[in-house]
């Protein structure tokens, strides 16, 4: 017997729709590019997304089109996610970070018919233009007073919007109508695109909705202004332009300005509660932190993800009264599939029990479900001893890529689920250990050490600012464990006293067999630690006892 309930097609227009309605007071601050704060509500912003949707129309979009992004967080930015998706399109985010060479590639292998771009990416544009589809229209998202010098033909985002309608009669799309489009920044090989829907993109505003919006801090007067730093052109921001409106939480957005000392005046000039970003970002944060002397004042929250959080980070955050959320996903799940919300019996630890389970990559969100499994495909319990490789399955999560078979064949297992290339251990209450990206790895006599626990070790150390572990070349031990790393001050510590500073973590052929100082770490476009970039640099490294 079926339920007699209605069935409402799910639909990314109708969170803003609702938030203009009920949480229209909520809305959107901005830091331009060109460096001016604006702000606006909700319910302004969504008057402004219907004046948008007339102008693509006007521009001939049709639905099922590609319209790219190319754009800081910024107010347009969140804009054009709704109304590009609110008439049937596709919004691609495009990652001004990638090569050229992919870039290229993206663009061409989505079919996109028009690009919006920031002032800041235009040179970017104007390189490739040649490279790039003909008819491809560039739209420059900036009022008419900041339209920048251009040999390129372009539109002005504002004249797109000039005298149009803020009323837009919304399609009635089925809910499985892909809505955005963003391309893994795949380390090697083309970059790969996931390719979302209404019905994914809403869930995952539930999802994220319900299971962090009632962890997220409030002002005195119940407002929530939270600052993403993970921006709109990777990874939906981790879902904040969708599950914000939804939880009436406002969001400030902090345009070109990602550097430690713009956003602690961004932070403490709006009062934010609670910041979204990847571990990188937040190390030029407490360097400016340290040198205000104070945190941000409203600063309570820091959400945490895209590579691991080391706990020396999670320790300094907290002991200034900064709660931090670890969180772990990718691109394939919307991306967010796991939450490092505590439960209470954590939330009583004293700090160095709780960062036991703060520096693990939390639990799951209800609608995700993980499974690990050995080579050959066996499940493995969920005993926080068995590691495996972790496959994931959700309503938010990819059955394939855009435009490639090959891809998809090889990323979906036989029972449907997907593969994320990393390695796992999950325990009897769900708290999920990443071990490594399997590709991270280090192999030495035929065991495995992780390069996660080697980093965190050694940042424990004060003499390290940042490092990575990587595995190399070994003639006897096939791979072993050596350090590259930035030093904290003018003191750089000795091989022997950081290996005895992590001894107490680790067996002694785990250990780093050398160490490797460097003035910065190379960065992948989503801001991680690059090791496939240092693994190419170090490719004629020989080990010290080999050497
Ligand atoms: P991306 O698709 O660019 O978001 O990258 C996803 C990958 O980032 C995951 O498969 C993990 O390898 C890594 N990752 C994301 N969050 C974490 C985390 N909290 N700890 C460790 N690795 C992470």
């Not at 969140?78 to 109304?83: G, H, K, N, V, W």
């Not at 959400?303 to 009264?321: D, L, N, Q």
Request: hydrophobic share 40%; net charge negative.
């Amino acid at each position: 017997m079926q339920g007699m309930m209605m069935n409402r097609p799910l639909s990314i227009i109708s969170i803003l729709e609702y938030a203009a309605e009920a949480n229209g007071d909520a809305g959107i601050t901005t830091l331009e590019t060109h460096g001016e704060v604006t702000k606006q509500t909700y319910r302004e912003t969504y008057a402004r997304v219907g004046q948008l949707a007339h102008g693509l129309r006007a521009m001939g979009i049709e639905p099922g089109d590609r319209v790219a992004t190319l754009a800081w967080n910024n107010r347009r930015h969140f804009e054009l996610y709704y109304a590009i998706s609110g008439i049937g399109a596709i919004c691609h985010t495009i990652n001004p970070r990638l090569s050229a060479e992919q870039m290229i590639y993206i663009v061409n292998h989505a079919e996109d018919k028009v690009i919006f771009v920031d002032a800041t990416f235009l040179p970017i544009l104007a390189a490739l233009r040649d490279k790039l589809p003909k008819e491809l229209r560039i739209v420059v998202m900036a009022d008419h007073d900041h339209m920048p010098d251009t040999k390129l033909e372009v539109f002005c985002y504002e004249g797109l919007l000039d005298g149009q309608k803020s009323i837009y009669d919304w399609p009635d799309l089925d809910e499985n109508t892909a809505s955005g489009l963003c391309y893994t920044s795949g380390t090697t090989g083309n970059p790969k695109g996931a390719l979302y829907s209404h019905r994914s993109s809403v869930l995952h505003a539930y999802m994220v909705g319900t299971v962090l919006g009632p962890a997220l801090p409030k002002s005195e007067d119940g407002s929530i202004n939270i600052l993403p730093v993970v921006p709109l052109f990777h990874v939906n921001a981790w879902g904040l332009p969708y599950a914000a409106p939804i939880v009436g939480a406002s969001l400030v957005m902090p345009g070109p300005g990602l550097d430690g000392e713009s956003l602690w005046k961004l932070m403490e000039a709006e009062n934010v509660n609670s910041s979204w970003g990847v571990p990188t970002v937040w190390m030029g944060l407490l360097a400016e932190i340290e040198k205000q002397g104070r945190k941000p004042k409203a600063l309570a929250d820091v959400v945490v993800g895209g590579s691991a959080a080391p706990r020396s980070m999670i320790k300094t955050f907290e002991e200034m009264g900064v709660n931090v959320n670890h969180a772990w996903g990718m691109t394939e799940m919307s991306p967010i599939g796991t939450h490092g919300v505590m439960p209470p019996s954590v939330n009583k630890l004293p700090l160095e029990e709780k960062l036991d389970y703060k520096q693990l990559q939390g639990r799951r969100c209800f609608g995700v479900d993980l499974k690990i499994v050995d080579e050959e495909g066996n499940r493995q319990p969920h005993d926080g001893k068995a590691i495996g490789e972790l496959f994931v399955r959700g309503n938010a999560v990819v059955s394939g890529y855009f435009k490639n078979d090959e891809a998809t064949e090889k990323a979906i297992d036989a029972e449907g689920w997907f593969g994320t290339g990393d390695v796992a251990s999950i325990d009897e209450n769900g708290f999920l250990t990443i071990q490594d990206r399997a590709k991270d790895l280090i192999k030495s006599g035929g065991e495995w050490i992780s390069s996660i626990d080697l980093e965190n070790a050694a940042m424990s150390h004060p003499g390290i600012a940042n490092c990575a572990a990587i595995g190399v070349a070994h003639p006897k031990w096939d791979e072993r464990p050596i350090l590259v790393a930035v030093a904290a001050g003018d003191s750089k510590p000795s091989l022997d006293e950081l290996r005895d500073h992590m001894e107490v973590h680790f067996a002694k052929w785990q250990l780093p067999d050398d160490v490797i100082w460097v003035d910065e770490l190379p960065l992948t476009a989503t801001g991680k630690v690059s090791k496939l970039t240092l693994r190419q640099q170090l490719g004629d490294y020989k080990h010290p006892e080999v050497a």
